[in-house]
């Protein structure tokens, strides 16, 4: 199969936010302050007093009265530092927007700066102030703080420069919150309709070598399993439409079971699709076959690191469920994340598996039935290593670590576990942009390797590409009606992105998948 190779680009996220949602207190001055310490002596006064102009916006009793002395520097401020080491950026569960609630009487820019852990760096966002004789509430958007982390908080209420007086500012509400859209977009999936790709029925004479190939092998695959793979005919045959993978007990290569197991690795591999098979079990205590996924390229390291996807699993003193699994490297073996589903009264049948493996998520369903999610696309590769290429296992082991928990049944062999087809589909669709109207700029694709940009702002704007993980990938900044901006990603791998373009008051931001 040829990977298309094609861009899609969505929109998720536009402008600033107005519903509320969840966020941390960072300080609301109720109670004395959080361990504020003015950034340089001598510059900055400030003490918690009563509020002195409550109103709609802000009726709390107590705030931060803060004076910025005259003939000093324009990042006179305050900072709180070691307080709270929390990840800023654009992506879910990462905080985005800091809110202040602020009150002065001069026009002016307000900026808030986070620093790095470990102060390597900082990122900056700064806002225009006009005074309306009321609290305001000022939102910075820090999404483009990247996914790193900061620990020290920092806010300079006024900079106004060659200050020839003294200036009060009153600080309340400072509130860390997430990017209210971000949860809707988890389960991001790609444009398009499932269509078949490839597959195997198993209805002729014998299995399609286009497709798989034998594994033979019997070391105990470092789960102590007792079958060798031979390879041979008697192992791994196609009968009435069906794939047999047979085990027998029978001493063979100083193994005492022999087995069957396909692979389909340098000969099929998949990103994101549906993969379904029927399958029938074999029975009794001992028995582990398994339907799962390997990488093709093991890009995020060796096992578990560039992740497994176990779709089906069963071991066989466990008679009523079947288990969908996945590895990676934030948790595997016993700490994989899966579930099970009942198949009780039902183990003699046929039934259907498949997952849904989407770039924001794998779903299970058994028999069409969800019965598991994992959609932890918007974390870092140890937990998300599965934007890369799998290749197909069928394979029927004996004893083991789980398949022979509770020993092997000495009585029950030979045993079959029967495949009547695998079936792969994926989404076909070529190239799928979704524009949302109304909005000021916008991203196309012009090639595999190139986007073109346009916008109808009257002013600078800066892009900037992000990986998953958080680091710019690419980076410009705009000048006035700079129609058609070529974007080159010719450098960036295969996978997810997020391209940001910020003006100073607001950011936007789309996620691109380059396929
Ligand atoms: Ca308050
Ligand atoms: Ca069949």
């Keep these: 199969m040829k990977i298309q190779i094609v861009l899609w680009v969505v929109f998720f996220a536009l ?84 809110h202040a609630k602020i009150f002065k009487t001069t026009n002016g820019r307000v900026a808030f700066k986070l620093e790095k852990t470990g102060d390597a760096g900082s990122f900056t966002n700064t806002q225009n102030y006009s005074p309306s004789g009321e609290w305001q509430e000022i939102i910075f958007d820090v999404g483009g703080a990247g996914g790193t982390r900061y620990d020290d908080y920092f806010i300079m209420p006024d900079q106004t420069g060659n200050l020839s007086e003294d200036i009060t500012i009153y600080i309340d509400e400072i509130v860390l919150k997430p990017d209210p859209e971000a949860g ?44 060798y793979y031979t390879g041979l005919e008697k192992n791994i045959f196609v009968r009435d439409g069906n794939l047999v993978l047979k085990a027998y007990k029978e001493p063979y290569q100083n193994r005492e079971y022999t087995s069957g197991k396909l692979w389909s690795q340098n000969k099929k591999y998949i990103k ?140 029950i062999w030979p045993q079959e576990f029967l495949i009547d087809y695998v079936r792969v589909y994926q989404k076909t669709e070529k190239t799928a942009i979704r524009q949302i109207k109304n909005t000021p700029f916008s991203v196309s694709s012009l090639s595999k390797d190139e986007l073109i940009f346009n916008s109808s702002l009257q002013y600078p704007l800066s892009i900037n590409i992000y990986s998953l993980s958080g680091q710019k990938q690419w980076s410009k900044n705009t000048i006035p009606n700079d129609l058609g901006t070529i974007i080159n990603i010719s450098d960036l791998p295969k996978g997810f992105y997020i391209i940001t373009v910020s003006d100073k008051i607001h950011s936007y931001s789309q996620k691109i998948i380059k396929r």
Excluded at 57 to 80: D, F, H, P, Y
Excluded at 204 to 209: A, V
């Design 272 to 411: 994101y699709g549906r993969i379904e098979a029927r399958f029938k079990l074999p029975k009794g205590r001992g028995t582990w076959p398994a339907i799962w996924m390997m990488p093709q390229n093991s890009v995020y390291g060796g096992w578990p690191d560039s992740g497994e996807i176990d779709i089906m699993e069963f071991v066989g003193y466990d008679t009523d469920k079947v288990y969908g699994t996945v590895h990676r490297e934030a948790g595997s073996g016993g700490n994989g994340n899966g579930s099970n589903t009942s198949i009780a009264g039902k183990t003699d049948d046929f039934h259907v598996i498949r997952i849904d493996w989407e770039p924001g998520y794998i779903k299970w369903y058994l028999n069409d039935q969800l019965f598991h999610t994992y959609n932890n696309a918007f974390a870092s590769s140890a937990q998300w290593p599965f934007d890369q290429e799998f290749y197909l296992i069928l394979n029927f082991a004996v004893g083991g670590d789980w398949g022979g928990a509770q020993g092997v049944d000495e009585n």
């Design 15 to 98: 402008s600033l936010p107005t519903r509320a949602s969840d966020g941390i207190v960072l300080d609301d001055f109720e109670a004395g302050d959080q361990g504020w310490s003015p950034v340089d002596q001598g510059w900055i006064d400030f003490e918690i007093v009563d509020n002195p102009f409550p109103g709609a916006v802000n009726s709390s009793a107590k705030v931060m009265k803060v004076v910025r002395k005259a003939q000093t520097q324009t990042w006179a401020g305050i900072i709180l530092r070691d307080k709270m080491e929390l990840a800023f950026g654009t992506f879910p569960d990462q905080y985005r927007y800091i």
């Design 184 to 227: 809707e977009n988890r389960e991001i999936e790609l444009p398009g309709t499932f269509q078949p790709v490839w597959s195997d029925e198993f209805n002729g004479s014998g299995y399609d070598t286009d497709i798989w190939a034998p594994q033979i092998r019997g070391d105990g695959f470092g789960n102590n399993e007792l079958q």
